[in-house]
């Protein structure tokens, strides 16, 4: 492949200057109409480079088809999904993005804010890219490699497999969604229009790292209800809602049950929002771990804890509601493991050393997965994300399209 063309640099450049930030306090959909900015781009590019059936529906999902030109008519669909959207945690307005060509090993300090430096012992996976081209934002914004890396590997691979005709595919879907990051990327998605067999989201980080395995997930909103007074003739009477549930946050496990206090396998119980007033009060919660069934254990415990914690607080009562938000992937893919076998195959093929992972999290892919469409999740280079000192290499990407390239080749060989 060291005679391609790569496009992958020039057009993730251009798309992380488009601000395509998700709103987790939006109830449209997109959370943010700038995220359909991207989306018209990418179907005009789509277009021009003479796919089929490309389209940006009413919710900002862009679909593409590039046609089989295998004599194997029997080969799979195959389905290739990056998200648009960038994270809300950190700004993605005015992306500068910086190109720090033969990156030798030394502190790279943004230049926007002098204040972030990016260093090989903060981040170890740098030091392992030593020689590549580094691209990182300014130092008032995160990068959006995550996830415009995965849409700038799609849209080389589409160009490389136009360009190319000698390399043989079977018919392949490209999707492009919005708002996984604040996980409802896929609450509008019509299957009828993927109508793929199987798929991949690019999503992952290191080079090499291909994820079948994801956390399963639920939410948690507690309402708590307290008794309203006056607070000069409150005594005996009031109680504070704010109070019950500050009491209980601070009852919750120190060291251990957290993000903080968990890593690999391991499962936690996170607050991560806390709002209300003297009357009532919300406190929402994500609960994640990768055996399903831990889900209502830890949910159990949670509510037990509550009970505890109002028995000081006479008159005080709540209300738990559970929502399931997405399970893991590896429940589906374990039943179809040559998905990630050709995978692993493919990354040989291109000279990348394949390495498994699990997600302490979950992507487009875990509820992809359930939707009737196995799809793991493989590396873009994305490193540091939702953070100012987010970076990705140039050669990562590259990489990614030629492994792109060696899967949908074998892909084309089977029925």
Known sequence: ????????????????????????NSSSFPSSSKQKDLGKLLKKELGELGLKDVEMDEWGYVYATIPSNSSNLKSPVICFCSHMDTAPDCSGTNVKPIVHRNYDGTEIVLPDDPTQIITIHQHS????????DIITASGTTLLGADDKAGVAIIMDLVTQLIKNPEIKHGEIRIL?????????????????????????????GKLGDLE???????????????ISAHPGYAKNKMVNALKVGAAFIDALPKGEWSPETTEKREGF?????FNGGLEKAEINFIIRDHQTSKLKDYEIKLEQLLKDVLQNFKGAHYEFEVSEQYRNMKEIIEKVPFVTEYAIEAMKNAGVSPKPAIIRGGTDGSKLSFMGMPCPNIFTGEMAIHSRHEFVS???????????????QIWEKHK
């Open 1 to 24: 492949m060291s005679n391609f063309v790569y496009s992958v640099e020039e057009r993730f450049l251009r798309y992380v200057q488009i601000d395509t930030t998700a709103d987790p």
């Open 125 to 132: 996976y740098l030091k392992e890219k030593i020689g590549d």
């Open 176 to 204: 492009f969604t919005p708002d996984e990051e604040v996980g409802r990327g896929v609450e509008k998605l019509d299957m009828k229009k993927v109508n793929a067999d199987y798929g991949y989201t690019l999503d992952g």
């Open 212 to 226: 079948d395995e994801s956390f399963s997930a639920d939410g948690v909103k507690i309402t708590i209800h307290g």
């Open 269 to 273: 119980v996170h607050p991560v929002s």
């Open 394 to 408: 140039v050669q990562d990407m590259q990489k990614a399209v030629n492994t792109l390239i060696e899967l949908v």
